[in-house]
């Protein structure tokens, strides 16, 4: 079975930092583009970086640029989001997903989503 699980979110302060993982099941994590996305409470979900199955980059929020770097680890099947100076606003469920195509399309064409992981940011 393919699937994507996250992990790493959690409650942290405002200037504080986050890694989350996502770790891949299944199938072979570098013949695909992986993307993190958002969805805050009464909000649409949002994409917000990408990284093709070679490992370069695309980033899809103005929000999060600066402060938000994706990375992946094929040997360990797994991508990340470390998340630095977060915000009140970073508040939000946070998912990976695998798109369909190796390399970060736009718009992204997700096959499969893991269950998400809650990111809280308050003091």
């Known amino acids: 079975q393919e699937q994507l699980v996250e992990s790493g979110g959690g409650l942290v302060q405002p200037g504080g930092s986050l890694n989350l993982s996502c770790e891949a099941s299944?199938?072979?994590?570098?013949?695909?583009?992986i993307a993190w996305f958002r969805q805050a409470p009464g909000k649409e979900r949002e994409g917000l970086l990408c990284?093709?199955?070679?490992?370069?980059?695309?980033s899809y929020a103005d929000s999060v640029k600066g402060r938000f770097t994706i990375s992946r680890d094929n040997a360990k099947n797994t991508v990340y989001l470390q998340m630095n100076s977060l915000k009140p606003q970073d508040t939000a469920v946070y998912y990976c997903?695998?798109?369909?195509?190796?390399?970060?399309?736009?718009?992204?064409?997700?096959?499969?989503w893991g269950q998400g992981t809650q990111v809280t940011v308050s003091s």
């Open positions: 997903a695998r798109n369909r195509r190796w390399y970060c399309s736009n718009p992204l064409t997700i096959d499969t």
């Open positions: 990284i093709f199955g070679s490992g370069g980059t695309t």
């Open positions: 299944g199938f072979t994590l570098n013949n695909y583009a």
